[in-house]
């Protein structure tokens, strides 16, 4: 067990003021809500947004009211992607169908894509993995021709940009989440959005059912959400870390999926996003390219949610995270398998195979970029990494 400073993986500050507005937003829940709604709608240019409990709450509310508009079953997903995609699928009655990824950006294989999508196509969920952005445009307009709804899952994307454009604004919907570890965060927290009135109208009528937390409820998350912004910093971090109950660090299939509104608490805790969100922009770019030089890797200036690199073998990805765990480098090992290899869906499972998102299962792991990094830090990673000499960075050579 490390004791002493480490760095979380992931991380986004909530510092005394943001937890003063929380506390004040339990007080004034609807304006709160709907202020941020509309602070949303503006900074994003959508017409129509709607604030759940989480990311995950936000995608299989979509889904279900997608699906009570259509005999169509089938969700296409990306083959490599974060647990709670095939699990809201799975959760809205409907059956996930991977595809697979490239391991340069975790787009499609729009080959297999077009091949993939059918008559039983009900939409097609894409996804800005660790912030890095994918051609949402090229996969809407395959899916136009098809009458197929493109899903686009920003959880991981809030302030990207994809050729101009912001991300979770290019699909027929997006989603956003606010949970930890996001570039920005409520400890929690969701959103939809979209342009498209008929697509409103629908999540509108699944929306008008979904309750608000209870005040007991929005107050536990509060204290729970003080404790994160304490022990998140880097000289306490090792201390939850340390606690294997917590099982910070392992990527899950949820369960359950609990939907409700999004609280007048956490939309307080978002009061400030803007600026939170043009700082977080920032250090990412700024950390991520400092990086870069001192690897002699080349990747776009993207604001990272975590730095990709495939390492040259499983037993190397294996090497350098236990070289981290060590040191409180925070470095991460992404998603541990495919979606095609979840046990969860074995009843869906189809003919597709997915041999290009099981390689970056295997080879993957992740740099943290947050602001806590310090140049110390930095340098400390970029050795770690070098020593361990790995392969690519976002899937491209280092050579």
Known sequence: MRIGRTLPPAAAPLGAVDLWEGLRGLAVSRHTTER???????????????????????????????????????????GYTCFSVPAAVVHAGLT???????????????????????????????????????????????CQRRGVVVI?????????????VPAGTIGDIGIFSFGRGKSITAGGGGAI?????????????????VACPSRLDAIAHLVMVVAMALFIRPPLYWLPAALPWLRLG??????????????????GLLRHWQRR???????????????????????????????????????????LLGRSRQLGLGLSGGYPVAVDQLPELRQWSTSVTCPKAHRIADHLLTI???????????????????????????????S
């Open 193 to 209: 959005v979209t342009n498209s009135d008929v697509q409103a109208d629908a999540i509108g009528r699944r929306y008008e059912g």
């Open 277 to 319: 969100l043009r700082e977080s922009t920032d250090a990412r770019v700024r950390t991520a390219m400092a990086i870069g030089n001192r690897l002699g890797m080349k990747w776009p200036a993207h604001p990272y949610l975590r730095l990709p690199i495939l390492a040259s073998s499983p037993a190397e990805k294996r090497a």
């Open 36 to 78: 941020l709604s509309q602070e949303i709608a503006r900074h994003l240019g959508v017409r129509h947004v709607f604030l759940v409990s989480s990311g995950t709450a936000a995608l299989t509310l979509t889904l279900q009211a997608l699906a009570a508009g259509s005999r169509r079953t089938g969700v296409i997903v990306p």
């Open 96 to 142: 996930p169908i991977p595809c697979d990824v490239e391991p340069s950006t975790f787009d499609f294989d729009h080959a297999q894509l077009e091949r993939t999508i059918d008559d039983n196509t009900l939409c097609v969920v894409a996804h800005h993995l660790f912030g890095v952005p994918s051609d949402v445009a090229r996969t809407r307009a395959l």
């Open 368 to 398: 943290p970029v947050h602001h806590w990094l310090s140049a110390r830090d930095w340098r400390a990673i970029c050795e770690c990494v070098r020593a361990g000499r790995p392969a690519s960075a976002n899937g491209r050579s280092s």
């Open 152 to 164: 686009e899952d920003a959880a991981q994307g809030l302030g990207v940009m994809s050729k101009g």
């Open 250 to 267: 392992e990527t899950t299939f949820p369960t359950h999926v609990t939907i409700r509104r999004m609280s007048g608490m956490q939309a």
